[in-house]
């Protein structure tokens, strides 16, 4: 929905009118847990990279991957190779949410994670649905996104998590923790660079701090650089 009628500097409820109030609230709490917005509900430049990134592109796919492993840096601690879902399901829970809203969080964690790529165990993916469609015989109507060498087969196309769709998960109990993530575009190969971190800036002292925020200024100044004088 973002996507397609644009994406305002500051997000309310009434972006999604479609939703409930109840669904508004959670993609608002969702969208700060993930640090896509700030305390006021500012856009912010991780959630314009992944607007202007293509769906189910490499580049989505890298953005979001950086926003899980930042917003949800302990269940990376677990192997997910060989994880369970109670383990998963504790580990988001220590975040805050129970219940229903805990499972799904969950739901929604295994589907972006899917969606990206990450290595998941059977035991985390065993029902999910597959994020490709089956193949089917050609009707012409798709020609245009087929391969010409394949007139038989359409292509599989993976679904996106619904990042930007609604289909966030509920996080309306969870409360933001020391996570942050950065993202810069290339200019001149076309690629991102992301910072992210799983601490609190005021932990920060001596050369750790200034490694952290040298970094940052060094990623603002490049961003500055690109923009207009005029501006």
Wanted: charge should be positive.
């Amino acid at each position: 929905m973002l996507r397609a009628h644009g994406l305002p500097p500051k997000i309310d409820r009434t972006a999604w009118n479609s939703r409930s109030g109840g669904e508004q609230k959670q993609l608002i709490s969702g969208f700060k847990f993930l640090r896509l917005l700030d305390s006021n509900d500012v856009t912010q430049d991780s959630l314009r990279n992944l607007v202007g990134a293509a769906e189910n592109t490499p580049e989505e796919k890298q953005i979001i991957d950086a926003l899980l492993r930042a917003g949800y840096a302990k269940v990376f601690e677990l192997d997910l190779k060989t994880a369970t879902m109670g383990q998963v399901s504790e580990k988001i829970g220590s975040y805050g949410p129970t219940g229903a809203t805990r499972d799904r969080a969950v739901r929604f964690f295994l589907k972006a994670a899917q969606h990206c790529d990450i290595p998941l165990s059977p035991r985390l993916t065993e029902g999910m649905r597959s994020t490709s469609e089956s193949a089917k015989p050609s009707t012409g109507e798709d020609a245009g996104s087929a391969q010409a060498s394949t007139p038989i087969r359409q292509r599989k196309r993976r679904r996106s998590p619904g990042v930007l769709s609604g289909e966030t998960a509920a996080h309306e109990q969870i409360e933001p923790t020391g996570n942050a993530v950065k993202i810069v575009t290339l200019r001149e190969t076309g690629g991102t660079l992301t910072l992210s971190g799983t601490f609190n800036a005021f932990d920060l002292d001596g050369d750790e701090r200034k490694l952290v925020y040298d970094i940052i200024d060094l990623m603002k100044k490049y961003e500055q650089s690109a923009k207009p004088a005029s501006e």
